[in-house]
Nanobody
Framework: QVQLVESGGGLVQAGGSLRLSCAASGRAFSSYAMGWFRQAPGKEREFVAAIWSAGNSYYADSVKGRFTISRDNAKNTVYLQMNSLKPEDTADYYC???????????????WGQGTQVTVSS
């Protein structure tokens, strides 16, 4: 079992930055692929970024070049650095974990409770 707790959300102006954190408890964190997803009101949950256990990362086209995912296995934590934020980035952001690589939310086994990000224009 893996428990995930996100933090770092908030209100920011367009063009600003936020860093989200996701702290994991449980064993074998380094063996999990970690993903960030987001869900805006009235929309489906969508993939944002993922980092595999080997350290490779993958991004949605909408955030490529603006967001950076990283992990610190010693701290059992994954981060999402979000720069040049846009109003359309407004959503609840969730981190998730699974074994093996995937960008599909239905493939992830463990989820955090989410953290809200609001970008004002």
């Amino acid at each position: 079992q893996v428990q995930l707790v996100e933090s770092g959300g908030g209100l920011v102006q367009a063009g600003g930055s936020l860093r989200l954190s996701c702290a994991a408890s449980g064993r074998a964190f380094s063996s999990y692929a970690m993903g960030w997803f987001r869900q805006a009101p009235g929309k489906e949950r969508e993939f944002v970024a993922a980092i595999w256990s080997a350290g490779n990362s993958y991004y949605a086209d909408s955030v490529k070049g603006r967001f950076t995912i990283s992990r610190d296995n010693a701290k059992n934590t994954v981060y999402l650095q979000m720069n040049s934020l846009k109003p359309e980035d407004t959503a609840d952001y969730y981190c998730a974990a699974r074994t093996g690589v995937s960008v599909r939310p239905e493939h992830y086994d463990y989820w955090g409770q989410g953290t809200q990000v609001t970008v004002s224009s």
